[in-house]
């Protein structure tokens, strides 16, 4: 099975999220980098295109990979690591983890799944390997029933088995993911896919049930209430494996102590100070996992520390216990030059591309002109630099929705306006086509956060960029970083364009398109509703799973030619810093992370 | 009775503050003032204080005519121009490239603001801020002052309450609360957004500076009022508003002066706080906005960060030193 697509109709929260959630609006928030191979913006799903193409990597699947994972050369057990960073953890309950650090912590080296992410050095990429089960799962003919059998041998951090019984708990409990529910963080794809979607969970509605799940000896089947091709993605999530039974007691004293199945568990964490300390789970057997490796005795996480300027500075300056310490976070644009020529600086992709939507609800977006008029104005380059968004290390410039390495993005990249996504924007154009519209002095009203210096310097350049096109911009100011956030999430609030970003949660068109572009869509931001495009993202997801790719590509080309409704900003990347001493680092594109499961310390 | 009694009531209390400079050979009284103004003028560290304050308060006036003689101009936005996309620092200046004078102190990281056109309007800022501010607090607490110090009973009462009821609310609090206020006031005016900020930050400043002064002058009628000289203007019947402005507050001057000289500063150093803070102004050019933005790079590009540290320091300290001296110099006690 190649890359595969699937429906999100009711448009649930499809995103995971950003391990820090200003991410998406405070650029200067998003220290993101490039690929590192030279801005090479070429891409292709076959996967042989070498390190910079992003976001592929999930596209490669392999039923077949070996247990135990084949042994890294010279890679040497022992020693602890240091995980340092800023931006805390939120909820690590495994159904309920559903941020980029949270779900890598979990998955890499605590709590097993259905299947997992593992990284390929030959393809320099990850790839989708079975876990907990024997394959990537067995489905009929139109992805309805999915069939997975469960490894024996499967234990417990206390010796006892995982039974299965413990698996469907496990697989019911996110059920429970909803606002009202026990888990009101957690992504939603069980309840849109699975049968029974309606049940409120375990935990909220303990009599009732999905009546989804079966078991027949080591086999789980799962009844769909639509086609999920992409199921074998949503069973690398923590959510999709096993819960032991204390788990149905206090959920959130059982976040702050998972039971492990995988190669470390917690000795201690504590989420007030986002500390957590990860030793050795003796009966994790790496006989049964294809995936794990598990290097260090010990991992000490401290990603709630202050100042990230500091941070980098302790990693860069690599005195004693910063040489066997690491940062998932991307580094500050004031460290860029010393941790370049550290060669201690991790980089490549991570899933998202950054939009200005422009809302076509408003009458003064009706006219495509006049929306191709404003890409024609926007000044990308001097608001990138006064914002602190460093291109090439930062970011990528965008001019189509889906980001480098998407199975089906088209190569060489499309470009509707013309300019490559950069450059400070042609006014007199912009103004020719305003005036062939006859829309001078359209209103662009956006917001920005006005006790942020370097937001109100990115905001003087838009209105001047604006201004002298022909526009009329209108900034409203908002006192802080939250309220920004909140209102450009508020569909009524009283602005028609907005800077947002979208992450996939796996590596397929339908984890873009569905969410960010139908009329249903949960992150259709520039709020785009035409049946024609609803009805083409309906269809492709109706279609053999290794056909999809190429028609998402042209579903994206054809949103950017005839609707244009996004301004595409740029892709992002990762920048991490790690100490002389850690090996193995490498950048999981996936969910824009570090392969933690490949990682050693040099003795 | 012919004499007016201004004059009578004048030399009587000039005679009895200062006994000192009523001689033999100088029957002639001088007022506090010039008194001070004498001391002052000896005063070297008061004067090259003085020279300073001129020179920021002349750039400050003329920073248009200061910008366009260095050829330089505010926010001209030019960034992607001047920037160095991989660097993000300029393309010419420091810190990667030598003086030039076409940007003195360089240009900022990013925007490619030139910094000596951001320092100059800076320094406008400030001294305008903290001016203003500091006239509209010294008038308030003046005010209140006289009023609370002459009134006897509930009007005393009343605004000693307020006095303490402004003195034991926190000023940064206040400054934290009323910013997202103002913002969300005039969110959709970014033009207008400016002046209420600026507006409301010379009145949160001043809200919150007044009060040291309405105690002092308050006391200082306490014990004035029931002096002869005040007595016999009640008796003879001059109205009160005359007692409190002609008869009083020239007595008052000195604490007057003082607190100016002292609460200017004070103002500098809190507008380039809360600036650095972010509730301050983010509209025009601030001191205070500059250092937050430099602080970051001072490993790269030292310079960034000195120019307005060394202007609000220079500032801060002419202004302190020059306080003090004025304090002495209205101080009778003091001898030199």
Redesign the interface.
């Known amino acids: 099975m190649g890359a595969v697509g699937s429906t999100d109709q009711k448009g649930v929260g499809l995103h995971m999220r950003l391990r820090s959630l200003l991410a998406a609006t405070s650029v200067a928030a998003i220290a993101v980098v490039a690929a590192c191979g030279g801005g090479s913006d070429s891409s292709s799903s076959s996967g042989d295109q070498g390190f910079s193409e992003g976001g592929s990597g999930g596209g490669i699947m392999n039923a077949n990979a070996p247990a135990p994972a084949p042994p890294i050369d010279g890679a040497q057990k022992g020693g602890t690591i240091d995980v340092w960073g800023t931006s805390g953890l939120q909820s690590m309950h495994p159904t309920e983890a559903y941020f980029t650090n949270t779900t890598s912590i979990l998955s890499n080296m605590v709590t097993r799944s259905l299947t997992q992410y593992m990284w390929n050095d030959q393809k320099q990429a990850m790839e989708l390997v079975p876990d907990l089960a024997t394959d990537l799962g067995q489905h009929n003919a139109d992805f309805t029933e999915w069939t997975f059998t469960i490894r024996d041998g499967i234990k417990w951090q206390d010796g006892s088995d995982v039974t299965m019984d413990d698996m469907v708990r496990g697989i019911k409990a996110s059920f429970d993911n909803f606002a009202e529910g026990a888990f009101p963080n957690g992504a939603q794809y069980s309840k849109t896919y699975f049968k029974g979607g309606t049940w409120k969970g375990p935990f909220t509605d303990p009599s009732g049930d999905c009546n989804c799940i079966s078991v027949d000896g080591r086999d789980i089947t799962i009844q769909m209430s639509r086609p999920f091709p992409d199921m074998p993605f949503w069973g690398s999530f923590p959510a999709m494996g096993p819960l032991p039974q204390q788990a149905m007691g206090d959920t959130a004293a059982y976040g702050t102590n998972p039971w492990s199945t995988g190669p470390y568990k917690f000795q201690s964490f504590d989420p007030g100070t986002s500390r957590l300390v990860l030793v050795r789970n003796e009966f994790w057997d790496p006989n049964t996992d294809p995936g794990r490796h598990a290097y260090p005795d010990e991992w000490d996480f401290d990603v709630d520390r202050g100042d990230p300027?500091v941070l980098d500075r302790t990693l860069l300056e690599d005195q004693g216990d910063a040489q066997t310490a690491m940062s998932y976070d991307n580094i500050?644009?004031?460290s860029r030059?010393q941790a370049e020529s550290s060669g201690r600086l991790v980089t490549g992709p991570s899933p998202c591309t950054i939009f200005w939507y422009m809302d076509t609800r408003k009458p003064e977006w009706e006219n495509i002109e006049v929306r191709k008029a404003l890409g024609t104005a926007w000044n990308f380059?001097?608001y990138r630099?006064?914002?602190?968004l460093?291109?090439?290390l930062s970011a990528v410039p965008a001019t189509m929705i889906l980001p480098p390495g998407m199975p089906g993005r088209i190569d060489p990249p499309f470009d509707v306006i013309g300019n490559g996504g950069t450059g400070?924007g042609d006014p007199a154009k912009a103004k020719q086509m305003l005036q062939d519209a006859g829309a001078l002095n359209t209103p662009v009203t956006f917001l920005f956060d006005?006790?942020?210096?370097?937001a109100?310097?990115g905001?003087?350049?838009i209105?001047?960029a604006l201004s002298e096109a022909g526009f009329d911009p209108?900034?409203?100011?908002?006192?802080?970083a939250d309220?920004e956030d909140e209102l450009t999430q508020d569909p009524d609030a009283?602005i028609n364009l907005r800077h947002l970003g979208w992450c996939s949660d796996w590596p397929s068109g339908s984890s873009w398109f569905s969410p960010v572009f139908s009329s249903e869509g949960s992150s259709n931001y520039s709020y785009l509703s035409v049946p024609k495009i609803d009805q083409k993202i309906t269809d492709i997801e109706s279609m053999a799973a290794d056909q999809q790719p190429p028609h998402w590509g042209d579903l994206d080309k054809e949103i950017m030619t005839d609707y244009y409704p996004v301004i595409p900003d740029y892709y992002t990347a990762d920048a991490m810093l790690r100490g002389s001493k850690i090996e193995g680092y490498h950048n999981d594109e996936v969910r824009g992370m570090p392969t933690f499961a490949t990682i050693w310390v040099k003795q | 009775m012919s004499l007016p009694p201004l004059e009578a009531e004048e030399a009587l209390h000039h005679a009895d503050e200062l006994p000192e400079t009523v001689s033999e050979d100088a029957i002639h009284g001088r007022s506090p003032m010039q008194i001070a103004f004498e001391r002052l003028r000896h005063d070297k560290v008061a004067i090259l204080s003085a020279a300073v304050i001129l020179f920021f308060v002349l750039v400050a006036i003329f920073a248009p005519l200061i910008c366009k003689a260095f050829g330089v101009e505010l926010?001209a936005?030019?960034?992607?121009e001047i920037?160095d996309?991989?660097?993000?620092f300029g393309k010419v200046g420091p810190p990667d490239h030598g003086f030039t004078w076409d940007h003195p102190l360089g240009v900022e990281r990013?925007?490619?603001?030139d910094l000596l056109a951001e320092w100059v309007y800076g320094c406008r800022t400030s001294l305008m801020v903290a001016s203003i501010a500091t006239i509209l607090s010294t008038v308030i607490g003046i005010l209140i002052g006289l009023v609370a110090g002459f009134s006897h009973g509930w009007l005393d009462r009343v605004l000693t309450f307020f006095v303490d009821l402004f003195l034991s609310f926190p000023f940064i609090l206040g400054a934290l609360t009323l910013?997202?206020i103002i913002?969300?006031h005039?969110?959709?005016?970014?033009s207008k957004?400016g002046v209420a900020q600026f507006w409301a930050l010379i009145g949160v400043l001043t809200i919150f500076t007044w009060m040291p002064l309405a105690r002092l002058i308050r006391g200082e009628v306490f014990s004035l009022r029931e002096r002869e000289f005040i007595q016999a203007a009640r008796v003879i019947g001059v109205p009160t508003r005359r007692i409190l402005f002609k008869e009083l507050l020239p007595n008052l001057i000195a604490p007057i002066v003082i607190f100016f000289s002292l609460s200017l500063p004070a103002l500098v150093t809190a507008e380039a706080g809360l600036a650095f803070l972010?509730?301050g102004l983010?509209?025009r050019p601030s001191w205070g906005?500059t250092i937050?933005?430099a602080v970051?790079?001072f490993?790269?590009f030292p310079l960034w960060l000195w120019a307005p540290v060394l202007g609000v320091m220079a500032l801060v300290l002419a202004l302190n030193l020059l306080g003090d001296a004025i304090r002495d110099a209205f101080d009778p006690k003091t001898r030199r």
């Open positions: 300027t500050q644009q004031s030059q380059d001097d630099l006064a914002t602190g460093a291109m090439g400070t006005a006790s942020d210096p370097t109100v310097d905001k003087n350049i209105v001047k209108q900034p409203r100011a908002v006192p802080n309220k009283p | 926010r936005y030019p960034g992607s920037i996309i991989n660097t993000t990013g925007t490619g603001n910013a997202p913002y969300s005039w969110a959709g005016d970014a957004l972010g509730i983010t509209e906005q937050n933005k970051p790079y490993d790269q």
